[in-house]
């Protein structure tokens, strides 16, 4: 399978992923917003049971770059994940 080329714009749908890439996927994500100066990204998960959601969190809160992240109170409600990453 060839790699996806995803574009950096700050919103990351992993529902094009499975579970399984997303320990690589999510910090490499986030190095290439931060090379591209993008501090405020929008992780979309979906609802579902929560387990991709508790993943995501799981994974943001082992990240230096992350500075807080909370679920989007927006039309997506607790389907998407609003971060902010470190801007230094």
Same mark, same amino acid.
């Given at each position: 399978m060839e790699p996806v080329e995803l574009p950096i714009d700050g919103i990351l749908d992993l529902h094009l992923f499975s579970p399984k890439?997303?320990?690589d996927l999510i910090p490499d994500y986030i190095e290439a917003c931060?090379?591209?100066e993008i501090y405020s990204i929008r992780i979309i998960h979906g609802k579902g049971k929560g &387990?991709?959601?508790r993943t995501v969190h799981s994974l943001l809160d082992k990240n230096e770059f992350v500075v807080s992240y909370r679920l989007a109170d927006d039309r997506s409600s607790w389907g998407a994940?609003? &971060?902010e990453l470190k801007n230094s």
């Open positions: 890439e997303l320990g931060l090379e591209k &387990v991709l959601r994940t609003l &971060v």
